[in-house]
């Protein structure tokens, strides 16, 4: 792959702010396929594009920057034999390779941190995941209806999972960092998945709905045993109270939510 054409998929992905790296070898030492300025394109969802010399090493590479969370810049160096020392960072990362050489790579997220998981991917999902978007979050639209998710183009959104929200940890990385909102096309839909959410650790957790679905909702959960400490996280009906109506009016008052909750200026 040429120059151009390398920088042209590169524009596409930050572009649309999919998850994606670019690792660039900027030192080598001794013998070694890969030269200073080897660039490598590893996309989260797809193949890698561009090279570093070949090898075990950028196998590693690939396998390390699609679990690193929260993604964040690496300086990284290999050894080309096995002699290395994984205990030195002076020496390296030992490989089974046998030139012999060292290698030093940065890598970089081209992509936002911020991750919103929208479970629902009817009118409202699809405008929160849009203008999700265009504030330079990261999103996932997740729905348990296939022909759906085949409507939707990677404008909107392009990381789209289909589930049957039996096993949400499949498609949703729980912790701190998660932002997740509930908005399927059914009370119970949304009850199930809120359910599995709980007691899970996340940073933001939203559900659509009005206040007698809420009330309703909440009440079944306490019921099965959820305490109301817990209950009382959930920001729910979602948004700020801006009277909202329409879909893209829903989604600026749930990002309006998210930006006052991500600054820090939520008010407590």
Known sequence: MDKQEYYAVLNELVSRNEAAWQVTVVQTEGSSPAKPGMKMLIPLSGKAIGNLGGGEMEHHIIAKVCEE??????????????????????IGI?????????????????????????????????????LAGLCGY????????????AEISPEICADLHFSDYSNLEAHIRFGLQARIVIMTH????????????????????GMIGSTAKVAATLEKLHQKGFLPDELA????????????????????SILAQLIQLDSGKESS
């Open 69 to 90: 969370q929260p993604p964040r810049t690496l300086l990284l160096s290999f050894v080309l034999s096995e002699q290395g020392d994984t205990a030195s960072l002076d």
């Open 94 to 130: 030992p490989t089974a390779m046998i030139c012999g050489g060292k290698v030093t790579v940065f890598i970089e997220p081209l992509f936002s941190s911020k991750l919103l998981d929208i479970v629902g991917a009817g009118h409202c999902g699809k405008a929160l995941a849009r």
């Open 233 to 252: 996280r959930v920001h729910t009906p979602i948004g700020l109270p801006i009277g909202s109506q329409t879909p893209y009016e829903i989604a600026v």
């Open 186 to 205: 059914g009370h119970s839909h949304d009850r199930h998945v809120l359910e599995q959410c709980l007691g899970k650790p996340y940073g933001y957790l």
């Open 138 to 149: 990261r999103t996932r639209l997740i729905d348990n209806r296939r022909e759906v998710l």
